[in-house]
């Protein structure tokens, strides 16, 4: 096993200095490379994968980020945990940015990405909690005892992008109640989740969407990311030597309670 723990989310949250054992490895996967090599390491006897999700230097969109090979490489080292970390725009006055979301539900608004890896047969797995409820609320014990404000609980509605929302879209996430947006937990929870490796996921907010901003400025946007980044820094430190690898999880378990059929059996 080359590592437990798999952090996805950019190159910014990397801290080289608190690893050790440091290594950069190229993965092969069915379905192509990942976005980029795995840094792997080890903090307080765990080992970690680190993954940028657009690649070095921001190279793949939202759309063309090739999820199926990142999850893929990370169920590949021995992964049991993927923590995602994901900048978002808040769709409710109280969320703030520079604030810490741990959603529990997504709503599916991509139209462009392959979502599952099984394409030969068809496999219909359990999805109505989309997030490592564990993982998620280690995610929030821990961001509370550093005197972080975190929302627990929330749903993300994931975008295709690459452009942000119309007000009128924004207005309408609004009215159905989501909490934020982004435009990556798509179909990386999916797959994670079809690989029984748990996913939760660190938002950090950066904006407040077009319901309330004439547009979202991406230069505040970068300044808050790296606002943010020191804050998941320090978070993951303290969260990655907590992280325990459970089998009995239901996350773990997609796939023993999925309806399966294959072209073979229908044949038959
Ligand atoms: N990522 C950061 N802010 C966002 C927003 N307002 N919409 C979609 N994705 C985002």
Redesign the pocket.
């Known amino acids: 096993m080359n590592a437990e723990i798999g952090i996805i989310g950019g190159t910014g949250v990397y801290d080289q200095s608190a690893f050790e054992n440091i290594k950069e490895i190229s993965v092969d996967t069915p379905f192509g490379k990942p976005s980029s090599e795995i840094i792997l390491g080890e903090f307080e006897g765990k080992k970690v994968a680190f993954l940028p999700r657009h690649g070095k230097g921001h190279v793949f969109s939202p759309t063309n980020v090739p999820y199926r090979a990142n999850i893929y490489a990370m169920k590949k080292l021995g992964v049991h945990t993927i923590l995602s970390i994901?900048?978002?725009?808040?769709l409710k006055e109280e969320i703030e940015p520079l604030d810490i979301v741990v959603p529990d539900q997504i709503y599916d608004r991509t139209k462009h990405r392959i979502s599952t890896f099984f394409e030969d047969i068809v496999v219909h797995i359990g999805f109505a909690n989309p997030f490592c409820k564990r993982t998620s609320r280690l995610i929030c014990e821990t961001a509370r005892k550093l005197n972080f404000k975190v929302h627990e609980g929330g749903t993300y509605v994931c975008?295709e992008?690459p452009q942000?929302?119309t007000k009128a879209e924004?207005q309408v996430y609004r009215a159905l109640g989501f909490d934020i947006?982004?435009?990556t937990a798509l179909p990386e929870a999916k797959l994670a989740r079809e690989a029984e490796i748990c996913y939760a996921t660190i938002a950090t907010?950066?904006?407040?969407?077009?319901w309330k901003e004439s547009e979202?400025d991406v230069a505040t946007?970068l300044e808050y990311m790296a606002k943010n980044e020191e804050k998941v820094k320090t978070l993951l430190r303290e969260i990655i030597p907590k992280i325990e690898g459970d089998d009995s999880c239901e996350c773990r378990n997609s796939l023993r309670y999925a309806i399966t059929t294959s072209p073979d059996k229908i044949n038959e």
């Open positions: 994901a900048a978002v725009g808040s975008i992008g942000f929302s924004s947006i982004g435009m907010v950066t904006d407040y969407d077009v979202v946007v």
